[in-house]
């Protein structure tokens, strides 16, 4: 049985008769039964089924936010101030806004962080694993069922100049737990010989990228493997569908190095359909920073998401001395 430990910023009341906790946040109130999460506001309320919302909520959290939306579904999401975070229910939804049932708080990241962060923790059953794909998993359904904390708090892969180097991210290997996944058995494990000259031995590195992905237990889980100043290589291994629809804040490219996503363009704020982009191996895309977009992945596929970290660029393209988009055809 595990223990839940929630800390004194989070505010929670419980266990309801599922048993589980209910959650407030700013106006909004979180609860989940058998098969679905309530959220309520003033003006509003929103129903998702619990597995989706799990997935979403996961994928927040481990991110600590990340760029710019991260929109749960059509209606409920956060936005990332960096310091602070928007949580909004049909914030950027043409609908909800025109009949003014839009609701945003804004929140202090560290009391949203640890209430998401004991919300992911109550709620997630033994067995459900909300970074696997539906394949790998348990159910997220039924009644509160213990926890699975080790799968919630996954340490998400950050290195510091690149993976494989000396004080570095460690490769993956069977040894360390990451065997590689029943999709990629075909995936060279072979790995590149380095020969450095005298005295730059912990200089220079190389490592078989498609052979570290073939290894990843999670999907849609951009993780930094390589770091040049803001420039930031965050491959991904993706399966089923990107649980979450990411609203930009910034340019994003994406080369798909092997199979096929299917990827859905929305503008970012009314959530009016503009784009169906289909990716194959070898393609290259630059999603604007006006979109929002969500993937289907048919089959575990590997995807390279290059995003440029400087704090700069969304004031930049907010005040329109950036444009939205990288390159013009
Ligand atoms: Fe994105």
Redo the contacts with the bound molecule.
């Keep these: 049985m595990t223990t839940l430990t929630i800390p004194p910023q989070v505010r929670a009341e419980g266990p309801n008769e599922q048993g589980y906790q209910v959650f407030s946040l700013g106006e909004f109130l979180f609860s989940r039964d058998e098969y679905f999460a309530y959220i309520t506001w003033p003006t509003g309320r929103h129903v998702m089924s619990v597995d989706a919302f799990l997935r979403a909520l996961q994928r927040d959290v481990a991110w600590d936010f990340f760029y710019g939306i991260v929109n749960f579904d059509g209606v409920l999401g956060t936005v990332n101030h960096y310091g602070s975070v928007d949580l909004f229910g049909g914030r950027y939804n043409d609908a909800y806004r025109k009949a003014e049932l839009d609701h945003v708080d804004r929140i202090d990241t560290p009391v949203i962080r640890e209430t998401f962060k004991a919300m992911l923790a109550d709620w997630t059953n033994e067995g459900f694993d909300p970074f696997a794909s539906p394949e790998e998993t348990g159910s997220a359904f039924g009644l509160k069922r213990g926890g699975n904390l080790a799968a919630v708090t996954r340490r998400r892969v950050t290195a510091t100049r690149m993976v494989s180097m000396p004080d570095d991210e460690a490769l993956r290997s069977d040894a360390n737990g990451h065997p590689v996944n029943r999709m990629f058995a075909d995936v060279s494990q072979d790995e590149p010989e380095v020969t450095a000259e005298p005295g730059f031995e912990g200089e220079v590195a190389s490592f078989n990228l498609f052979a570290y992905l073939s290894r990843s237990a999670v999907t849609w889980n951009p993780s930094v493997v390589s770091v040049c100043r803001d420039s930031l290589y965050c491959p991904t291994t993706e399966e089923y569908i990107l649980p979450i629809i ?1 609203g ?1 804040d910034r340019a ?1 490219w994406f080369v798909q190095l092997s199979d096929e996503i299917i990827w859905d363009v929305e503008d970012r704020d009314t959530g009016a359909k503009r784009a169906k982009v289909v990716m194959k191996a070898g393609d290259v895309a630059a ?1 604007p920073a006006d979109i929002r ?1 969500q993937g289907y992945a048919p089959k575990r596929c590997m995807l390279l998401v290059w995003e440029n970290a400087s704090s700069k660029i969304p004031e930049l393209i907010s005040s329109g001395k950036f444009p939205s988009q990288p390159v013009v055809f």
Aim: avoid cysteine; proline fraction near 0%; charge should be negative.
């Design positions: 990411h930009n994003e999603m977009h």
